[in-house]
């Protein structure tokens, strides 16, 4: 099942950072969670990959708004330039305090309960993903 939720931008790029990492540790290494989960997991990054991409599109923009064209074509911002890194700043933090609708599929927790090497710190991680 599908559910949407509302999350802060900060929540939708900390949650799509540790399902990254944790896919590819669990692909390196020996499995953690259970099938389940990690199939969850999987499809959980999935959903929120086009968000997180709209999201990094608006930073790209405030960057190229603000910075500077580096000979790689990327832009980064001048750290001199009190005053347009301030605005950067400024407008990035109203980015990363805003919310997004995101689709995910919710994680029973009774999938955890023979997993006795997640710890509290994966857990409040996945806190909402976890019904």
């Given at each position: 099942m599908i559910k949407k939720v509302q999350a802060t931008v900060m929540d939708i790029m900390f949650l799509h950072k540790f399902l990254s990492e944790e896919i590819e540790e669990n692909q390196n290494s020996e499995p953690i969670y259970p099938a389940i989960v990690e199939m969850l997991m999987i499809k959980n990054y999935k959903l929120i990959l086009p968000v997180v991409k709209e999201i990094d599109n608006e930073k790209?923009?405030?960057l190229e708004k603000y910075g500077i064209q580096q000979p790689d074509g990327s832009y980064a911002l001048d750290l001199n330039d009190i005053e347009k890194s301030q605005a950067?700043?400024?407008e990035n933090s109203k980015i990363m305090s805003g919310t997004r609708t995101i689709k995910i599929r919710?994680?029973?927790?009774?999938?955890?309960?023979?997993?006795?090497?997640?710890?509290?710190?994966?857990?409040?991680?996945?806190?909402?993903?976890v019904i």
């Amino acid at each position: 099942m599908i559910k949407k939720v509302q999350a802060t931008v900060m929540d939708i790029m900390f949650l799509h950072k540790f399902l990254s990492e944790e896919i590819e540790e669990n692909q390196n290494s020996e499995p953690i969670y259970p099938a389940i989960v990690e199939m969850l997991m999987i499809k959980n990054y999935k959903l929120i990959l086009p968000v997180v991409k709209e999201i990094d599109n608006e930073k790209n923009k405030l960057l190229e708004k603000y910075g500077i064209q580096q000979p790689d074509g990327s832009y980064a911002l001048d750290l001199n330039d009190i005053e347009k890194s301030q605005a950067y700043a400024k407008e990035n933090s109203k980015i990363m305090s805003g919310t997004r609708t995101i689709k995910i599929r919710p994680i029973k927790l009774s999938y955890f309960e023979n997993t006795p090497g997640i710890g509290f710190s994966s857990m409040r991680k996945l806190d909402f993903l976890v019904i």
